[in-house]
């Protein structure tokens, strides 16, 4: 079913600081409502109804969320001449989210983004198996991971914000991980043309946990041929290197002067060819907490779109689209071609359940686990 055939359904919450506080004077005119959330419906999981929610600021940026998964399925952000396009790469209807072939557009994952070595870890002397889905290794939280689970949703408007929280119960033994998981997930709008999302989870037993929003970026809203244009800025001075299917070798290495160094804004086509597959890496943020800094900047020069991206985790898996093959349609109806979108996703260090010397990722009884990553979207 197509989303446009649903607008009769459509629901507005109108919010605006001038109805929240006194009716407009006679001789003036009605302020523009500052947030907007749209509700359509997106179709049905077995019983579940799916829905898409529409969440806009008063310029008209545009954030599309569905609960199925919790993925995104389209950013509207001007370029540079005021111009709005879509900014990631998603699917116009359901089905296109549940097919086996979806490379997770948008979604969050989880519980544990990125890959577990061989599917296993131990855990307190107890050994945990996990899905195999990415050759030896579990990838993305298992076969049925958080972007393939429907997600309780409440929206919520504001006179500075409008936002979606999203909360999903992971049973005890789900995907062979220990514990009653319960993960929140809040995507949130601000004027200033930002996405906000704020993660939360407790659990009633120790478990891995690693989670983190999967979104294909494309800043030329499809205009171009692929992303390898996009300037890409990391600050970033090492990263983990991996074996041939992608797991850390336990070495942290410099990414100064070769490749890898994205200290300095470069295209993400300069030196793609010297890293076998691309790039699908695991770069290691400088800084020593977690606080909310910035992570990345990406800048596309013909539209003139930029986007910031800030987050509280140790590090972000740079992925270059490599595996996308022009199979899947995106919305607008072009097939999605290797290289037509690369994620920049916050998170923890691939495998780190299994490498005592990376950053912890077991959150325990009584602990909240929390992240917050920001994507700005500005123009130059
Ligand atoms: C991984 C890729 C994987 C992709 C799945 C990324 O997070 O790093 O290796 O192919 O997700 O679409």
Redesign the pocket.
Known sequence: MKRLNLNLFTIMVLLTAAACKQAPKQEEMPSMPAFSIEKMPFGKVGENEITLYKLSNSSGFTVEIINYGAAIVSILAPDKNGEMGNVVLGFDSLSGYLQPGN??FGCI?GRY??RIAKAQFTLDGATYKLAANNGPNT??GGLKGFDKVVWNAMENASDSSASLTLTYLSPDGEEGYPGNLSAEVIYTITNDNALQIDYKATTDKATPINLTN?AYFNLAAGKTADILGHELMLTADNYTPVDAT?IPTGKIESTKGGPMDFTSAKPIGKDLAQVSGGY?HNFILNKAGNDLSLAATLYEPTSGRMMEMLTTEPAV?F?SGN?LNGTLTNEDGKAIVKHYGL?L?AQHYPDSPNQANFPNTILKPGETYTQTTIYRFLTK
């Open positions: 490379p997770y994952a983004a990125n990838l993305h999967h992608l699908d898996q992925y595996f994620c996703e």
